[in-house]
């Protein structure tokens, strides 16, 4: 319980910085309409009158948490209005260019570590594709694709998997280069073979480094996903919800998108960070 107390003291201060920019923001909309009314309105009815707006600049804390509540739990989960059928079609995407990323990544990874040709070639590359704002690329990947034939979670998952890669990519490297000189000499000795000694050395000392870059990898994965989303004109999506809240100006649609996106994020780390302590623990490194 005593671990909670810090953590509560941080969330009361953000809700509270949240509560006084909500006001702030979104006084002026309502000085503006009193104006043009020919009334004047007490500093009371202001801050009442800046937290339930409609559509405020910055929705207040209570509007965020029934949009999230009304888009999770208020309608039907097949509804275009309901965030977990948006959510759905954004997980499903997500999962499929983290699967394509995680298995690019780590084929990568072992051709770098057993290759000096492909550590010199490949890797640079890698880094270098990481420079190139995922903004440029989204619009670009949807349009070839498109032109193809080629639309709906295939575009989204190409993109997941070339954010989610990367992470993946340099921590299986780190991973596999883990093992020591003594170590590496160990196995000569034994006259263990290449194969022999990725399985029984390098490989099980590049577990903690590869769950730990998953947990990256997930997380850039949903965002590619959600970028993919903005520029493709979909109609499910998070992303999509984001882009449909941002045209009508419905701000406590984004906020409540953006929160839902978070909650998902959080939940597949969280789904990582069992897998991880189940494995390795299956594998002796944890009690």
């Not at 209570?62 to 954004?90: E, F, N, P, R």
């Not at 000569?188 to 022999?196: L, P, W």
């Not at 997930?218 to 999509?240: D, H, N, Q, R």
């Amino acid at each position: 319980m005593k671990s909670l107390g810090p953590i509560l003291t941080v969330l009361a201060a953000i809700v509270v910085l949240w509560y006084g920019a909500t006001v702030w923001l979104n006084s002026q909309w309502t000085y503006d309409q009193a104006a043009r009314a020919g009334t004047t309105v007490t500093f009371s009815e202001m801050v009442a009158d800046t937290m339930n707006q409609s559509r405020p600049v910055l929705p207040a804390p209570h509007q965020v948490v029934k949009g999230l509540w009304d888009g999770l739990m208020g309608q039907a989960i097949t509804s275009k209005k309901s965030l977990v059928y948006h959510g759905w079609v954004t997980f499903s995407a997500t999962m499929a260019g983290f699967g394509l990323g995680t298995l690019a990544g780590i084929a990568l990874a072992v051709g770098i570590v057993h290759s000096r040709a492909m550590d010199m070639s490949v890797m640079p590359w890698a880094i270098a594709s990481q420079t190139i704002p995922i903004l440029a690329i989204a619009p670009m990947v949807i349009v070839v694709l498109a032109s193809l034939g080629i639309k709906g979670l295939i575009p989204k998952a190409i993109i997941a998997a070339y954010l989610s890669f990367f992470p993946v990519l340099v921590g299986m490297v780190k991973g596999l280069r883990a093992p020591d000189g003594m170590q590496l000499d160990l196995l000569r000795t034994y006259n263990a073979s290449q194969r022999e000694t990725f399985f029984k050395l390098r490989l099980p000392s590049s577990m903690p480094y590869l769950f730990a870059s998953l947990k990256v990898g997930v997380a850039s994965a949903l965002v590619g996903t959600i970028v993919a989303e903005l520029p493709a004109g979909a109609t499910a999506g998070l992303g999509a919800r984001l882009l449909s809240g941002s045209y009508y100006g419905q701000t406590v649609q984004i906020w409540a998108a953006l929160f839902a996106a978070a909650i998902l994020a959080a939940g597949l780390v969280i789904v990582v960070g069992v897998i991880e302590k189940a494995t390795l623990k299956r594998m002796g490194m944890l009690r």
